[in-house]
Nanobody, 125 residues
Framework: QVQLVESGGGLVQAGGSLTISCVAS????????LGWIRQAPGKEREFVAI???????YYGDSVKGRFTISRDNAKNTVHLQMNSLKTEDTAVYYC???????????????????WGQGTQVTVSS
């Protein structure tokens, strides 16, 4: 069992930066890839970024070059640094964990085993 708790959401102006974090608890958290999925108002959930304890990092096309995911294995924490924010980045950001034993399709939301409650990120124009 893995529990995920997000923090750091808030309001930021377009062009600004914000970092959100997620703490994973549970003895097997190190076996899971930790990542971020977001859901904008009226839209489906969208893969943002994910990282493995061994260091692999992967990003959704809409955030490549602007967002950076990092992981502190000692603290079971994952951070998402978001730069050059756009109004279309406004969404609830969910921390999610998965082992992807069936394949590394990070866009497949059913492949994630655990989810946090989400943190709101609002980008104003």
């Amino acid at each position: 069992q893995v529990q995920l708790v997000e923090s750091g959401g808030g309001l930021v102006q377009a062009g600004g930066s914000l970092t959100i974090s997620c703490v994973a608890s549970g003895g097997t958290a190190y076996r899971y890839a930790l990542g971020w999925i977001r859901q904008a108002p009226g839209k489906e959930r969208e893969f943002v970024a994910i990282t493995w304890s061994g260091g692999g990092r992967y990003y959704g096309d809409s955030v490549k070059g602007r967002f950076t995911i990092s992981r502190d294995n000692a603290k079971n924490t994952v951070h998402l640094q978001m730069n050059s924010l756009k109004t279309e980045d406004t969404a609830v950001y969910y921390c999610a964990a998965g082992r992807f034993l069936g394949g590394f399709n990070y866009n497949d939301l059913s492949a994630y085993d655990y989810w946090g409650q989400g943190t709101q990120v609002t980008v104003s124009s």
